[in-house]
């Protein structure tokens, strides 16, 4: 079926699926300036449940390798914090503790969980930290996935509640309410530890970078004096290209999908996309592409159109500007905001 085309009208942890796909190898082989080429050094490592790629360019690669070094250290550190997989985790300290007491936190995770909150009043709801409780669904690697009970889900979906996580930035400390409370911060956390790498980059006087955390990019600068190209891949066909963005300056590329983690079930696919009004996968959108010049304006809003749909999404495109999107949907149709539209170009 031929793909109809963009239009800003509506239309009639398998990172290999990531959506966002840099074409760091076609940038290159462009042809350059005539001038002698800075260093640049590429490195990738398993981290925050999926590959995290890196490029840096700029002195020399010995120097490249330690400030590389540095920042995927920096990003493993954060990742350690936040993550619900790891017991030991501050995350997993204020889980444990639900309907018990409060739990210290570090500031970067206080300042993660704020974000969230913060997300979940914008979104109307849409987003919630809380959907951590919904923990009968299984979407990891290895796991037989099958859909709840629908009694074991709706006791599941009774404790997703945002308005049960209290914070006390001044003391630092973070409560769950009630027991069987959780946190999932897989949809929030990211993208600022991704920014936290990018940020130890400049730090160490990178100007010109780009990070891949499983479909998520970050960018500064250029690429050897090119526009870094980012490839934004079919959620439903991954062997193909929607179409490239060429990228550079500073920002970030979001990619949200229902092709990441899930199994088929019942002839329906279910994934982790999980709503806190019906403990259920979203039925929208399958995948979403978010651009805009900092984390803050794109961080959350992923999952949230998803789930609010295509009405909800478009209203607060509406009201952003500043903010770029490409929505794909399961039967194929596909929706730009017009500045999207104009930037993405064909793949050849």
Not at 247 to 275: C, K, M, N, P, T
Not at 302 to 317: P, Q
Request: some cysteine.
């Amino acid at each position: 079926m031929k793909r109809p085309a963009l239009t800003g009208a509506a239309l009639s942890r398998r990172s290999a699926l990531a959506w966002a796909l840099p074409l760091l190898a076609s940038a290159a082989a462009l042809p350059q300036p005539a001038r002698a080429m800075a260093a640049q050094r590429r490195d990738s490592r398993p981290l925050l449940g999926t590959r995290v790629d890196m490029v840096a360019e700029g002195g020399s690669a010995a120097f490249l390798a330690e400030a590389m070094d540095s920042a995927f250290g920096e990003m493993a550190r954060l990742s350690a914090m936040m993550s619900r997989y790891e017991p030991e985790s501050a995350l997993s300290r204020i889980n444990q503790a639900a309907g018990r007491s409060a739990v210290a936190v570090p500031s970067e995770l206080m300042a993660v969980l704020q974000t969230g909150l913060a997300l979940h009043r914008r979104t109307e709801g849409w987003f919630d930290m809380t959907v951590g409780a919904l923990k009968s669904w299984r979407f990891e690697a290895g796991q037989h996935g099958a859909v709840p009970n629908e009694g074991i889900l709706a006791h599941e979906r009774s404790l997703v509640d945002a308005a049960g996580l209290r914070l006390d930035p001044a003391a630092g400390r973070a409560h769950l309410l009630r027991p069987g409370m959780a946190l999932d911060l897989g949809g929030v956390a990211k993208l600022p530890i991704l920014a936290a790498g990018m940020r130890r980059l400049q730090d160490w006087g990178v100007a010109n970078a780009l990070i891949n955390g499983g479909g998520d990019v970050l960018y500064r600068g250029r690429n050897q004096g090119r526009p870094w190209r980012v490839g934004l891949r079919d959620p439903r066909r991954p062997q193909q290209l929607i179409g490239v963005l060429d990228l550079q300056g500073q920002g970030v590329l979001a990619a949200s999908g229902d092709y990441e983690r899930y199994f088929i079930a019942d002839g329906q696919r279910q994934h982790h996309i999980l709503s806190p009004r019906s403990g259920r996968p979203s039925q929208g959108a399958c995948g979403v592409s978010l651009w805009a010049r900092d984390v803050d304006l794109v961080n959350g809003l992923g999952a949230a159109f998803m789930l609010g749909g295509h009405g909800y999404s478009r209203d607060y495109l509406g009201r952003t500007p500043e903010l770029q999107a490409l929505l794909v949907y399961p039967d194929q149709t596909v929706w730009a905001t017009s500045d999207m539209q104009r930037a993405l170009r064909p793949w050849v």
